[in-house]
């Protein structure tokens, strides 16, 4: 566990990956992808942990990618080094993901925040791609990710004109499900990460697969997807015991099997 630029904790059954590059803002350099992507991985492999947090600082979730360590790439060296390529697997963990999002998500920041299951968001959060006003466009994966977040005509808007959305803003645009007062985010982030990491993992894993599948996949796949996890799903000890649990009045004991 030797990250430079993150913090990581374990509370319960959640695991927490806080980004900490105060003097940048969290701004997303390589190192900052090695060591999320590396933590979440071992979150994502250890069956203790069923719900992840990410989380910045009160003043930046993360203010984008690394400006100054990407300001003399040509673009032979972007593409062939795949400069942000490792956040795919970020992307891939099966487990769920909270982006609890206070101050600037900007650029890469809102695209690691679109990586995420759920973004909650404190009341002084602010979204934005403003790549454009650098001369270039969203590298890691905001013009699909916000397209299929908030429709084509809000992602436009602001990956057009580079500006930013306010917490309110972006839950009525649908990208965050909760606006919280910025004291309380932490703690609302661990009520929710709690109340998922209660729940079946196997049934975790099979709801962000086919919740995922809707957005990557057409309806009639999506919908095949669906019929086989959830028949699957029938064969585990978690839904023998969920409803059991139902039936005999008491809260289930899930094992995660
Ligand atoms: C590197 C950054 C940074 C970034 C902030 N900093 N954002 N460094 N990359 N993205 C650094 C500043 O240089 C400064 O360090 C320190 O953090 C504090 O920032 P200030 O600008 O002094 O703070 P403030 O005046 O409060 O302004 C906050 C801000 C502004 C509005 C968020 O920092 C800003 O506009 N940042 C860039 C936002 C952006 O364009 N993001 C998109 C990046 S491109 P020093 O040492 O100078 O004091 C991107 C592409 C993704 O994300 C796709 C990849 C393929």
Same mark, same amino acid.
């Given at each position: 566990?030797?990250?430079?630029?993150?913090?990581?904790?374990?509370?319960?059954?959640?695991?927490?990956?806080?980004?900490?590059?105060?003097?940048?803002?969290?701004?997303?350099?390589?190192? $900052?992808?090695? +060591?999320? #992507?590396?933590?979440?991985?071992?979150?994502? *492999? %250890?069956? !203790?942990?069923? =719900?992840?947090? &990410?989380?910045?600082?009160?003043?930046?979730?993360?203010?984008?990618?690394?400006?100054?360590?990407?300001?003399?790439?040509?673009?032979?060296?972007?593409?062939?080094?795949?400069?942000?390529?490792?956040?795919?697997?970020?992307?891939?963990?099966?487990?769920?993901?909270?982006?609890?999002?206070?101050?600037?998500?900007?650029?890469?920041?809102?695209?690691?925040?679109?990586?995420?299951?759920?973004?909650?968001?404190?009341?002084?959060?602010?979204?934005?791609?403003?790549?454009?006003?650098?001369?270039?466009?969203?590298?890691?994966?905001?013009?699909?990710?916000?397209?299929?977040?908030?429709?084509?005509? $809000?992602?436009? +808007?602001? #990956?057009?004109?580079?500006?930013?959305?306010? *917490? %309110?803003? !972006?839950?009525? =645009?649908?990208? &965050?499900?909760?606006?919280?007062?910025?004291?309380?985010?932490?703690?609302?982030?661990?009520?929710?990460?709690?109340?998922?990491?209660?729940?079946?993992?196997?049934?975790?894993?099979?709801?962000?697969?086919?919740?995922?599948?809707?957005?990557?996949?057409?309806?009639?796949?999506?919908?095949?997807?669906?019929?086989?996890?959830?028949?699957?799903?029938?064969?585990?000890?978690?839904?023998?015991?969920?409803?059991?649990?139902?039936?005999?009045?008491?809260?289930?004991?899930?094992?995660?099997?």
């Amino acid at each position: 566990t030797d990250y430079e630029t993150i913090l990581i904790e374990t509370r319960g059954r959640v695991g927490w990956i806080t980004l900490n590059r105060p003097d940048a803002l969290n701004a997303l350099n390589s190192q $900052v992808m090695r +060591d999320v #992507v590396a933590a979440a991985g071992a979150f994502d *492999a %250890d069956p !203790a942990i069923g =719900a992840i947090v &990410v989380t910045g600082s009160e003043r930046a979730f993360a203010a984008g990618a690394d400006i100054k360590e990407m300001e003399g790439k040509s673009g032979r060296e972007m593409l062939m080094d795949d400069h942000f390529g490792a956040w795919g697997r970020f992307a891939a963990v099966r487990t769920p993901v909270i982006a609890a999002v206070s101050g600037y998500a900007l650029g890469g920041g809102c695209e690691l925040a679109m990586m995420c299951d759920i973004i909650l968001a404190a009341d002084s959060a602010r979204f934005g791609q403003p790549e454009i006003t650098l001369g270039v466009i969203p590298g890691m994966g905001g013009t699909q990710r916000l397209v299929r977040a908030v429709g084509p005509y $809000v992602a436009a +808007d602001l #990956v057009l004109t580079g500006r930013l959305l306010s *917490a %309110d803003e !972006a839950a009525r =645009a649908g990208l &965050v499900s909760r606006v919280i007062p910025a004291a309380d985010l932490l703690a609302e982030a661990e009520k929710v990460a709690e109340a998922i990491a209660a729940k079946s993992l196997v049934a975790l894993f099979a709801a962000k697969a086919a919740l995922d599948a809707a957005v990557e996949t057409t309806l009639a796949e999506g919908l095949r997807f669906e019929r086989q996890a959830f028949a699957g799903l029938f064969d585990t000890d978690d839904q023998k015991e969920g409803m059991a649990a139902f039936r005999e009045k008491r809260p289930p004991e899930f094992t995660h099997r």
